[in-house]
């Protein structure tokens, strides 16, 4: 269900949202399914149960799940998944050109990749 990358860049935290949210945009988690608690999750991750619930915090807060109290937490229903299917389209083409700058690719080479991905 959901990666954890140590090497990432980003906390951990924030690596569980993005799966979470991909999960619930794409489909694959549907609007009402129940997610896992926050200690089962710490618990296969081997990781903080704090660090689940600052993620889940932070997405229902975003509305992309609601919780139930005494029942957990449920993937929420996305009124306008077009607009967060671009949000998340958004996020990982900044990620991208956050990694091709390291690289050292110059605005140039990155132009005539993608006039190259256009053709093939």
């Known amino acids: ?29 549907a609007a ?11 618990t296969r991750l081997s990781i903080n149960p704090n660090t689940i619930q600052r993620a889940y915090n932070d997405l229902e807060t975003e509305g992309y799940i609601y919780s139930v109290p ?3 937490s449920f993937a929420g229903e996305r009124g306008n998944a077009d607009a967060a299917r671009r949000e998340l389209l958004k996020d ?6 956050r990694e091709l ?3 050292g690719v110059t605005p140039a080479e990155l ?8 053709t093939t």
């Open 92 to 97: 990982k083409a900044r990620q991208l050109l």
């Open 32 to 42: 009402g399914e129940k997610l896992p608690s926050v200690r089962v999750l710490a």
């Open 1 to 29: 269900m959901i990666s954890l990358n140590y090497r990432d860049s980003r906390p951990i935290y924030e690596q569980i949202k993005d799966e979470l949210r991909k999960l619930i945009v794409t489909g694959a988690l």
């Open 111 to 118: 132009e005539a990749l993608l006039k190259e991905g256009e």
């Open 70 to 72: 005494g029942k957990g």
């Open 101 to 103: 700058r390291v690289l």
